[in-house]
């Protein structure tokens, strides 16, 4: 029986359902009670304060993307994004997710959004799939501690995991594209279907886009762009490591081609 509420336990974690939402169980699957009676009209009470009125989701794009435009450096764009209150995801966030690497070492690679361990820590891919990430970096002569840059489209961990929905993404893709122009890499790879999508706007399955070299403009540059597949997928897909592999070789002769990485200080 232990052993039986372990293994549900164990299942519930991996599929990401961890987190209780309310104090006792419910049993959604029971019948629903009969609708309660009408109550009494209550007593005349004092006028009560108003709580602000939630962003419209036109206002949450509006003022995510004021607040973008004013940061002038990485450190002020994780501060606007940190006092920045239009994504709901924020509210079932433990921390906003900015940025973990040295940036100027001209190697930026975005991922999807934070998991469990991302969320917990406050750091973009630390949980399994970034050990994996890290050490297809390695093969490629990177390291975030020294010359590589990491990020998401999403700063605050959907609850369950679940896919970010278009308005989410809306409200955090001011920022992302801020933080592109800002960090000023010289080679962008894109982990996943999901960066592909909100980054360069490409809806194709990442097994057409991944391997070709796209281009993304910061300022009047085009940066070379390379998507490859996310090491989540890797990880359930071992077989298709070697995708990846060769992606990461293209990389590091486009990187050797620039001069890349550059040297930088960690931030
Ligand atoms: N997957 C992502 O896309 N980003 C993270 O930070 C962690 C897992």
Not at 170 to 199: K, M, S, T
Request: proline residues 9%; aromatic residues 4%.
């Amino acid at each position: 029986m232990a052993n039986d509420i372990l293994t549900t336990l164990n299942w519930l974690v991996e599929a990401g359902a961890d987190e209780a939402v309310a104090e006792e169980p419910l049993n959604r699957l029971a019948a629903k009670p009969p609708p309660a009676a009408p109550r009494p009209a209550a007593p005349a009470r004092a006028p009560a304060v108003r709580a602000p009125a939630p962003l419209l989701a036109g206002d949450a794009i509006g003022s995510a993307q004021a607040a973008a435009a004013s940061a002038t450096t990485l450190a002020e764009l994780q501060a606007a994004l940190e006092a920045y209150d239009g994504c709901a995801l924020k509210q079932t966030a433990t921390h906003t997710v900015f940025a973990d690497g040295v940036a100027a070492g001209g190697i930026l690679l975005i991922g999807e959004a934070p998991g469990r361990d991302e969320d917990r820590i406050g750091k973009p891919f630390v949980g399994r799939a970034g050990q994996l990430l890290d050490k297809m970096l390695a093969a490629v002569g990177l390291d975030r501690k020294t010359n590589a840059y990491i990020t998401n489209v999403i700063n605050w961990r959907p609850p369950d995991n679940r896919d970010p929905s278009p308005e989410e993404a809306a409200q955090c893709l001011p920022f992302l594209r801020r933080h592109i122009e800002l960090a000023d890499p010289g080679v962008i790879i894109l982990l996943g279907a999901v960066a592909a999508r909100h980054v360069v706007g490409v809806s194709d399955g990442i097994m057409k886009l991944r391997g070709r070299w796209m281009e993304y403009r910061v300022g009047d540059r085009m940066v070379p762009l390379m998507p490859t597949l996310h090491p989540a997928y890797l990880l359930r897909q071992p077989a298709h490591k070697k995708l990846a592999w060769r992606d990461l070789q293209a990389v590091r002769e486009k990187m050797k081609s620039l001069g890349l990485p550059r040297m930088g200080d960690a931030v």
